[in-house]
């Protein structure tokens, strides 16, 4: 998607420049894979025009492969960012996702065969599946074919209520409940049992609905591994963050981190890609799961969408309290 953000701390309606960048759940999670050592791919569909050429450009800036890439279509998705301040909460307008060239991409565009044989590990977002039934479906012949292939397939849950409409839950479950069905790991928390999924549970406390609803949404769709956050806003405007994976029948729950705020979208993407890289570099499970808060917590320094972050950064943000310049 382009990504276009009014300066500072307008509104649009205020607003006479916007500064365009190109990002999204898929490209943020490859690019901080790509960052943490590992290959990083994108399996999308872009213009054939310049606005595809600028994409696939900033792609290759952050480390991703083109291999995966095909032209077609006309448009990107794009979406405008105000920036929130005090009591008033940043504003993301969506706008042409439908007409977008990766919408609107037949059935064959993809060569699901060759790409399920050349990757290890392959992320699906909820906000992808909320875009029509064709998108759905390349991702489902997609994530088969992955796990025929023995890969692993990670699926985020991210429900956005603008993206499904009214009665937007009943729209998603069964989307939702087969992705679960195809994922081995998933990031979600109770709020998505509930939902989503319409689990009830007469427990107050989110810790506690949340150990309560998890491993049972674990053991019905055989998900070896569930992560996710808690996050709380404070008087003075600061975040606290928390995180949690659950494997093996066991809850582990990262240090609870405080901080201020330069710009959060894309914050949760880095969470993601904390516990991806944790699984797959065989961390204990308190290493990643306080890897990937911090990996999160130092996205919300960061200006735009994707992190940028290195396995460095992140292991010095963990033992370390805020310092002065390194020099």
Sequence with gaps: MMRLQVQGYELLSQASTLNYSFSGTG??????????????????????????????????KLGISPSFLVRGGNYVGMYFLENGFGARPSRVTYS????????????????????????????????????????????????????????????????????????GYVKAKPH?????GLADMVMMNEKDAMLILGMETDKE??????????????????ISVIAGTHRSINGDNTHSLQGFIYKNQTFVFSKLLTFSIYDRIGAGDAYTSGIMHGELAGFPMDKTVNFAAAAGMLAHTIVGDTPMSSESDILRAMTEAVGDVER
């Design 205 to 222: 406390e989110r810790q506690d609905q949340l150990m309560e609803l998890i491993p049972v949404v674990a053991q019905k769709y055989q």
């Design 27 to 60: 490209v943020n999670v490859s690019s901080a894979l790509a960052r943490l050592g590992h290959t990083g791919y994108l399996v999308s569909r872009l213009p054939k025009n310049a606005i595809g050429d600028a994409a696939e450009a900033s792609l290759r």
């Design 176 to 180: 939702y409940e087969e992705m679960l």
């Design 96 to 167: 042409n996702r439908q007409e977008s060239s990766f919408n609107t991409a037949p059935d064959d565009t993809y060569d699901v065969e060759e790409i399920a044989k050349q990757i290890d590990v392959i992320h699906f977002c909820g906000i992808t599946l909320a875009m029509n039934d064709n998108v759905r479906a390349h991702m489902k012949v997609l994530a088969r074919a992955v796990k025929e292939q023995g890969g692993t397939v990670v699926f985020d849950c991210n429900y956005r209520p603008a993206h499904w409409g009214e009665g």
